[in-house]
């Protein structure tokens, strides 16, 4: 059993980040991280998080199933699958505390820009090579920073694509990049059962924050939708570097 403290202090963390995942469809470990991290060990706070947003993007799947493209989506998950391996590499002989930095500077300043100018002509139509390479780069970008939406986001926002089509591209990505994530934990049985128990009692604020943030989702316009998601980029960005 988990005191009273902590899991209020769980529960305010994982609704937060099932809100603004619902919400955006991403960013859950950046934002349910920034209380989880000072409360809990990382080898408990961060396979908690995992299985969360895994939850999370259940949700959203089952939520947005009309609109998911399975067809172009796993060309981002191919591309993805190919890039996680690269990025266990890079952890184990690499510094990827420089990685992440760098790459937080880069989302920080792309949101940054594209909040200031907004009305920048779009790229035409994607293509199935080039979502190929996004997804392996958001693979290998999700195993060094644990965000592997934040490159297809950008890519879909590059494109001007609006927001039901975002989600039905990036949401299956995301996913199946958490799951195959959780799948390489246990089997290296990096999973306790203290872990399992939270998660546990996350449940009830992970699907109340998730059906709160899909109903925001379904009642904000476009503008304001892509707004939320380039401020989300920026702090998320901001974070990665500090």
């Not at 998080?49 to 191919?78: D, F, P, Y």
């Not at 380039?230 to 702090?235: A, G, K, R, T």
Request: net charge positive; charged share 10%; glycine share 10%.
């Amino acid at each position: 059993m988990i005191d009273i403290e902590s899991f209020l202090l769980i529960s305010a963390a994982v609704f937060f980040g099932a809100f603004i995942s619902g919400l955006a469809g991403f960013a859950f470990s950046a934002v349910a991280g920034t209380i989880l991290l000072h409360v809990m060990q990382p080898l408990e706070a961060v396979p908690l998080m995992m299985a969360c947003s895994i939850g999370v993007q259940a949700t959203n799947l089952w939520a947005l199933r009309k609109h998911v493209v399975w067809k172009e989506s796993v060309v981002l998950i191919w591309g993805g699958l190919l890039g996680v391996p690269f990025a266990i590499w890079l952890l184990n002989n690499a510094d990827a505390r420089v990685f992440r930095k760098g790459f937080g500077l880069f989302v920080a300043i792309y949101a940054a820009y594209m909040l200031f100018r907004p009305s920048l002509k779009y790229l035409q139509q994607m293509n199935r090579g080039r979502n190929v390479l996004v997804g392996f780069g958001g693979g290998l970008i999700g195993g060094l920073t644990a965000m592997p939406g934040a490159l297809p986001t950008i890519w879909c926002d590059m494109h001007g694509m609006p927001k039901t089509q975002q989600r039905g591209l990036v949401q299956p990505f995301i996913a199946a990049m958490q799951l195959f994530a959780l799948v390489v934990m246990l089997a290296r049985n990096d999973l306790s059962s203290t872990v399992w128990i939270d998660f546990v009692y996350s449940i009830p604020a992970m699907f109340a924050g998730a059906a709160l943030g899909i109903f925001a989702f379904n009642n904000v316009n476009e503008s304001n939708f892509r707004r939320t998601i380039l401020i989300i980029l920026l702090l998320s960005g901001a974070g990665l570097i500090a």
